[in-house]
């Protein structure tokens, strides 16, 4: 079992920087490959970074290319979400998730644990 919970939303300025971070506590940290969703408003959830265990692999949604970043230290059991230049478009509640594999994966479906979330709001 492992819980995980996020940190680091707030209101925010567009052109503004967030930093997200999720502390995941139970089981061997290393073990597991990460990822962060959202969810707007009246919008399913939608996948937006992940990274595999050893932080080889990572992959972003395309529309945050070039302003995300997702990493982790394992030996502190967090992985975080570094948001640059943050549009309006991006207000939603941040998800933490953790996946019971080492490879990243895409896929809501294929994460096994999850965060309470935590509300990002850009205005504009």
């Known amino acids: 079992q492992v819980q995980l919970v996020e940190s680091g939303g707030g209101l925010v300025q567009a052109g503004g920087s967030l930093r997200l971070s999720c502390a995941a506590s139970?089981?061997?940290?290393?073990?597991?490959?990460m990822g962060w969703f959202r969810q707007a408003p009246g919008k399913e959830r939608e996948f937006v970074a992940a990274?595999?265990?050893?932080?080889?692999?990572?992959y972003n949604l395309e529309s945050v290319k070039g302003r995300f970043t997702i990493s982790r230290d394992n030996a502190k059991n967090t992985v975080y979400l570094q948001m640059n230049n943050l549009k309006p478009e991006d207000t939603a509640v941040y998800y933490c998730?953790?996946?019971?594999?080492?490879?990243?994966?895409?896929?809501?479906?294929?994460?096994?644990?999850w965060g309470q979330g935590t509300q990002v709001t850009v205005s504009s």
């Open positions: 998730a953790a996946r019971d594999k080492v490879t990243i994966s895409l896929l809501l479906r294929e994460y096994d644990y």
């Open positions: 990274i595999s265990w050893s932080a080889r692999s990572t």
């Open positions: 139970g089981r061997t940290f290393n073990d597991y490959a």
